[in-house]
C-alpha cells in the first residue's frame, strides 16, 4: 500500500456564513410568531372581557416561540 491508500479523510469543510436572506427570515419569523401571540391574546381578552392579562399571556408564547424559532434556525449555521 502506498501513503495516498492510507491518508486520513480530508477535514470537514466549514460551513457556509448564512446570508441576507437567512437573517431576513430569523426576523420575519420572530415578528409572525409575536404577531400571532400578541393578535390571539388581543382577540381573547375582547372575547373573554379579561384585558390585559391574555395579551401578556400570548406575548409571553410570541417571544418563547420566537426565540425557540430563532435557536432551531441559528443551529443550521453551527
Known amino acids: 500500500m502506498t501513503d495516498q491508500d492510507q491518508s486520513p479523510d480530508p477535514p470537514e469543510a466549514p460551513k457556509p456564513l448564512p ?6 427570515g430569523m426576523g420575519f419569523s420572530a415578528a409572525v410568531c409575536v404577531g400571532i401571540g400578541v393578535g390571539l391574546g388581543l382577540w381573547l381578552d ?15 408564547v410570541g417571544v418563547t416561540t420566537a426565540a425557540l424559532s430563532v435557536i ?3 443551529r443550521r449555521f453551527l
Open 19 to 24: 446570508g441576507a436572506a437567512a437573517f431576513l
Open 46 to 60: 375582547d372575547v373573554l372581557h379579561t384585558a390585559p392579562w391574555l395579551l401578556l399571556a400570548g406575548l409571553a
Open 72 to 74: 432551531e434556525q441559528i
